[in-house]
């Protein structure tokens, strides 16, 4: 703590506040700003942390458009849908200890909803395009023939995306999706979700797994 020696307009010792009052060796009043402290390392835990964000941010960032679709009815007040998907991800998809983090692509969810799901759906690369195929199960189900297919490829490599809202349906039993930029080697992960014609429901994303790029 400062001391004043001669009241407000006196010099001082010590520290008041941001700044530092000295005497030197020629008996003038010295004062000077007090530095900042440097801040410290951050620890393991923090870094970890910092790590697990930029992996699922990274991921969620460009899929903005179809969070907002897949996660309309179910985001609480006071969360966007991008954000309750990272949290999701964060909660439930991240796998490995430091410094072998990585994302667990099979437990992302990129929509979450009551409508049914699709039965046995694949994905396959066919003519340079990814082929989505499935079973039409909305007679025995809350799916409808109507519902809209809401299909995702993203290339891990580069984070690239290539996905299509609406472009075909629950009954016509498959689709296919241009691929994002990609080189060989790449690994593309695919989802796969559903809307109702209204909107007002989506089913609870399904992951097709794994393409390689041969060539």
Known sequence: MGK????ILGGFSGTVGTVIGSVNKNGDDIIRVKSKKPRTSQTEAQINQR???GLVTQFM???NPILKVG???VTPVSMSPYNYACMLALNKAITGTAPDIELDYSMIRISEGSLAQVV?????LVNGEVKFVWSNNSESSSGDITDQAILVVYNANNSQYSYSIGK???EALGGTLALPNHEAGDQLQVFLFFKSASGTEVSTSQYLGTITISE
């Open 71 to 73: 996660f309309a009815g």
């Open 168 to 170: 075909t349906t629950r």
């Open 61 to 63: 960032k460009p899929l």
């Open 51 to 53: 790590t697990k964000f």
């Open 4 to 7: 004043l020696a001669m009241g």
């Open 120 to 124: 046995k759906p694949t994905a396959q």
